[in-house]
């Protein structure tokens, strides 16, 4: 069962090729849910309610990396569209902006990448170095970049 979120943020990436080219408001939230999914499985094994494992904690790093180097690509012009996403207008409005954005949160994940090794971050202090970066720049993005949800 521990298995059970790290297998559904697998498959939910694996399965974004397949329409990614018909719909890219949907691609972009399919890859926005895996990184909910990974933060999620994140917040477990920081507030242990995860048994801590270094591949699990691994798993969550990549699939990071994994949306930071894809998501950009399925932001086109003319996919805001305030009834199916919470894009904000100012990802197309302030181009610059969201490019730095999105740099910063690849430059975290590639760094927590690198943090974490072959086998994943020893322990949940290295873990939490590692991934923390990456959840400050989720924060600063969504501030920024996201409407807010009634």
Not at 86 to 107: C, M, N, Q, V
């Amino acid at each position: 069962m521990k298995k059970l979120p790290i297998l559904i943020g697998l498959f939910a990436t694996l399965a974004v090729p397949g329409f990614a080219a018909d719909d890219p408001i949907a691609t972009r939230q399919a890859l926005m849910d895996s990184n909910g999914g990974a933060a999620a499985v994140a917040g477990g094994l920081m507030k242990e309610q995860i048994p801590y494992n270094p591949a699990v904690a691994k798993s969550v790093i990549l699939s990071w990396h994994a949306v930071a180097a894809s998501v950009g690509s399925f932001f086109p012009d003319g996919s805001a569209d305030a009834a199916r996403s919470h894009a904000s207008p100012k990802i197309w409005e302030d181009a610059a902006g969201w490019r730095k954005e999105l740099d910063t949160f690849l430059a975290a994940t590639d760094a927590a990448v690198k943090a974490a090794g072959k086998d994943g971050p020893a322990d949940k202090a290295a873990f939490q170095a590692a991934a923390g970066p990456v959840l400050d720049t989720c924060k600063d993005c969504h501030e920024n970049f996201r409407t807010k949800s009634n």
